[in-house]
Structure formats: C-alpha cells, structure tokens
C-alpha cells in the first residue's frame, strides 16, 4: 500500500508542478482540484471575474491526456448545445447523433451561471449521472469524466444562481481569492513575453487517473475519524445557524476527499487535518443559513467556522490502524 500512495503523491507532484507554471499563487486550489480529480468529482470555481479561474481550469486540463471540451455559457445557450442533436443525413436517409461537448472527459464549463436554468439542467444532470439521454438512448461518459464550472457571484448583473439541489452536484466549490503582491508581481514577468499555457504538455493520461482514484479509495479511515466526520456532519444539521444541514450525500463526498488528500500528501490513512482542510470546500455549497442567519448577512463558510470549533478533536497516536487491538 505504501508504494501505492507513493504513485499518488508522485503523481500530484507532477501536477502541481505543471500547473504550477501557469497558476501562480494558488497551491491550496491547486491541491484541492486534485482531490476532486482523483475522487471523480466535479468543481465550481466561484470568484470575481479576472482571478484566474477559467485559467486554472485548463491548466488542469491540459496537464491531463485526455479528451477536452470548453463551453462558454450565454443566456441563448440551448440544451442541446451542450448534450448533442440529431441531423438528419440525406445520403442515408437516417437521422445520426453528433454529440455535444459534454461527451469529453474533461468539460470546462465557463460562467456556468449566465446560461438560463434549463441548460444548467442539462449539463447537471450529466453530471450526476454520467451520461446523456437523447433520441430514446442512453449514452454513457467516458472516463475519467470531470466538469470544471467557474461562476461569477450571482450579485453580479445578468447571471442565473444555482439552486441548491444542482450546487450539490459539486463535490467542491473552491473561492480563488486575489493573489499576493509578489505572486501578482511573478504573474507579471511570467506573462511578458507569452502564454505558458501554450508550453504545458500532459503530465497524467486518463488510465492513470482512474488506477489512482481506485489506490485513494483504499486509504484507510480509522474508526475515530470517522466518529469525527459523522459528528461534524451531525452538527451541520442540528445548528440553529443553519435552515439546511448536510446530507449523505455531502458525508460520502467529505469522506473520499480526505482519503484523497491523505494520498496526495503521502500517507496510507486519514487524519483530523485531513477532514478540516476539506469541510468548507466540501460542505460549505451545500448549506442553507437559517432565516436569522441571512438577515445578520451571516455567510455560510463562518458558520461552518463555528461549528468545527465545537466539534471535539479526536486525539489518537496512531491513525493508520497499527495500534489497534
């Protein structure tokens, strides 16, 4: 097993690197887009325009040998532009299917909330179940499949929000924040003369991924952590601060991604850091403040700040199992 995490840390590395000579400043996302990546899911990317997110999106891609599609989202933008139609071919006298740009395994999908709700529908409900239904066939996703959303916040002018059954889809919603001076400096002088981005080559092909994400799917979780998470969970949904607490669906997501990034920074099995590193990203969209909470302008990540401070930390020597009797 140890020489299997080896593989996904090596393999991290590698991504980080690459990326890292486009993306300047962001190792945090950068590490939890690799998560999200070695558990299969998918990532919002939330910011005010111009931090970068549409560029950290396909720097990922491009680190990745695998099938690629962008599709820039507009109020007219139809169902099926992104899920495929059917033409008619006069020479056969058939109708053929030619698929959307949902039918890659990496879909970069930027300003996801400027299309109208309909479209949002019909990329979501691929992702969730990997695969597109049209004409009376089901089509399944090649994998890996991962959709990278980046959105602009719905104050902004001319944007459709995502209700939150389709925010759920999400396995992270990461918030890029503006870079530091001398990050915005480096992004200055790297970006003189011409694109890095034009320079990255794949570093991990497809196969590679889906063999790493069955190793973090192996890490394992002491019995302990997982009181801990099921009792930050537990919080979440019994918070007065709160209209709507976690769902199962939001402890499974919490769960993989720590044995993901127990991998990623090269250990066999979760600790607390692991979990607490990962609630906000992975909880924080699924959430609802309570009618009060809203009212005080009170935002979700701050609730979530309180509740794990409540939450005690469980304290065990050894994590990875050996100790047990």
Not at 12 to 31: K, P
Not at 157 to 164: H, I, N, S, V
Request: contains cysteine; glycine residues 6%; negative net charge.
């Amino acid at each position: 097993m140890t020489q299997d995490i080896a593989l996904v840390q090596q393999a991290g590395e590698r991504a980080r690197e690459n990326i890292g000579r486009v993306v300047i400043g962001m190792e945090e996302a950068i590490e939890l887009l690799l998560v999200a990546l070695f558990c299969e899911g998918h990532v919002l990317l939330e910011d005010v325009p111009g931090i970068g997110k549409t560029t950290l999106a396909k720097a990922l891609a491009r680190s990745l040998g695998c099938s690629f599609s962008r599709v820039q989202f507009t109020a007219d933008l139809l169902p099926s532009d992104i899920t495929g139609v059917s033409v008619y071919n006069q020479r056969t006298q058939t109708f053929e299917f030619r698929p959307g740009p949902v039918f890659a395994q990496v879909v970069l999908a930027d300003e996801i909330n400027r299309a109208g709700p309909r479209t949002q529908s019909a990329l979501l409900e691929a992702m969730q179940e990997r695969q597109v239904s049209a004409d009376g066939l089901t089509r399944p996703l090649e994998r890996p499949f991962i959709v990278l959303a980046t959105q602009n916040p719905i104050e902004l002018e001319g944007t459709f929000p995502l209700p939150e059954a389709q925010l759920d889809r999400f396995l992270l919603r990461l918030a890029l924040g503006y870079p530091g001076r001398e990050d915005e400096r480096e992004i200055l002088r790297r970006f003189r003369t011409e694109d890095p981005m034009e320079s990255l080559e794949p570093v991990l092909q497809g196969a590679e991924v889906l063999r790493l994400a069955a190793i973090c799917r192996e890490v394992f979780v002491h019995p302990v952590m997982e009181e801990y998470i099921l009792s930050v969970i537990e919080a979440t949904r019994k918070s007065d601060d709160l209209a709507l607490g976690a769902s199962p669906r939001a402890t499974l997501a919490l769960y993989h991604c720590a044995q993901a990034l127990a991998a990623l920074r090269g250990r066999d099995y979760v600790i607390p850091d692991d979990v607490q590193a990962l609630v906000e990203p992975a909880l924080a969209h699924r959430l609802i403040p309570s009618a009060r909470q809203r009212l005080y302008g009170q935002a979700t990540r701050g609730i979530l700040a309180d509740l794990l401070a409540t939450v005690p930390v469980p304290v065990e020597e050894r994590w990875d199992g050996s100790g047990e009797g």
